[in-house]
Each structure stands twice: as C-alpha cells, then as structure tokens.
C-alpha cells in the first residue's frame, strides 16, 4: 500500500531563519506530488507541484522553492524564513492529474517566531 | 468570484439532526469532485467523490449539478464524531491544479 511521510510534525523557526521541510512517499512511482500551506483558519493555498523529478511548477511567488531530487521525495524549502511563512505545510501525492483525490501527508505546523 | 465557495459555517447541530453542505465552483471545465474531512489540527482525508449521478456511503450522500456547477454533501444521523471541517474540492478543468474551499465547521452536540 501506498504511504506518504512528512517531517517534522512541529517546528519553531526565529525570522530569517532556513527552513527544510522533507516528504517521501512509498508503495507508487512516478506520482504527483503537492506542498500546500494552510494558515490558521483558511484554506488549503497550492505552493508547489511537480509531476516528476526536477520537474516543479511554483503557483505562488514568495520566498520558498521546492525540490524532487527523486521520485519518492519532495523537499520545501526557504533561505530565509518571514513571520507570514508560519502556517500548516501540507505534502499531497496523487495519481495522475485529480481525478483520484489526494493523499495528505500529516503536516508541519510551522511557526516563525 | 472565488473558484470554489462554500457555506461560511459553523453549523451546530444535535445528534442525530440531518445536515446539508453546498458548494459552489466557477471553472464549468471541472472533471472531478471531491469531500474531504478535516479534523482540528489534522491533515485533510478524503471522505468521498461526488458522481454525475450522486452517490452515497452509509450516512453521507453527494450530490453533482453540473448545469448549476453546484456539489452538496448531506449528513444524515449526524454522530458526535462527524464533528470537523468539510472541504469542497474541484480538480481538473485543463490544468493540474485542485481547488479547495475553505471549509464548512460542523458541530454535532449530544
């Protein structure tokens, strides 16, 4: 069966800070993969999503990147971390494009102190 | 317009009430459907799709108006764990992205 893990659960950064966020799924290949951000009481806002390895597209302009160094593995990333990064980071994957929902990692909850 | 929108909430309801939740979306190219649950501090899990022709597991039926671009979530025999936020998906339409609502919060008190 297909898992997909995401670390750490919690996370307290100071501003200005980098930041690393890792998800690796198991038990598939070649899925599509998605870093979501959902701020405190709002919904869920598509940051990244990449449809094979190095192969990502950004929805969002801000002070994060993303990475697939290899199928299994999806990394977000910040040089420097901004008070409105805090929020709760979100990895998907999917089969093909949508039309089989999502699978969600069980999220980061990042706060920028 | 937001691409999906969905009844601002909360709803609080007694056990064992019936409960309806709609949604709306703007992109009439959309090609699936989805509910998803959301619990406090949780990630989402997806609860059902929603079928041209409806469909229903157990307690939860959807429903898919495509003329009206318009999906509804019913709960029948609301339990006390049916408490969460319900999200409204939309995916498809030409693109990769997947469009959630914001999010309906249900209460079930006893």
């Known amino acids: 069966s297909q898992t997909i893990h995401q670390w750490p659960a919690t996370l307290v950064q100071p501003v200005g800070s980098p930041l690393s966020l890792e998800c690796t799924v198991e038990?598939?290949?070649?899925?599509?993969l998605y870093w979501y951000r959902q701020a405190a009481g709002r919904g869920l806002q598509l940051l990244f999503y990449?449809?094979?390895?190095?192969?990502i597209s950004s929805e969002v302009p801000q002070n994060l990147s993303a990475s697939r160094p290899q199928d299994w593995q999806f990394i977000l990333s910040s040089k420097k971390l901004l008070l409105s990064d805090s929020g709760f980071y979100l990895c998907?994957?999917?089969?093909?494009?949508?039309?089989?929902?999502?699978?969600f990692g069980s999220g980061t909850r990042l706060t920028v102190v | 317009r937001k691409e999906v929108e969905q009844d601002p909430g909360p709803f609080n309801v007694p056990e064992g009430a019936t409960v309806a939740f709609n949604c709306t979306y703007s992109?009439?190219?959309?090609?699936?459907f989805f509910w998803y649950r959301q619990d406090c501090r949780k990630e989402p899990k997806l609860l059902m799709s929603?079928?041209?022709s409806g469909n229903e597991d157990g307690r939860f039926t959807a429903q898919l108006n495509r003329a009206s671009q318009y999906i509804s979530l019913l709960i029948r025999d609301s339990k006390l764990s049916d408490s969460a936020t319900y999200l409204c998906?939309?995916?498809?339409?030409?693109?990769?992205?997947?469009?959630f609502g914001a999010g309906t919060r249900l209460f079930v008190k006893a």
């Open positions: 990449s449809v094979g390895i190095g192969q």
């Open positions: 929603v079928y041209s």
């Open positions: 998906v939309v995916g498809g339409g030409g693109g990769f992205k997947t469009i």
């Open positions: 992109n009439s190219a959309s090609q699936s």
């Open positions: 038990g598939t290949s070649n899925p599509n």
């Open positions: 998907a994957w999917s089969v093909g494009h949508t039309n089989y929902g999502y699978t």
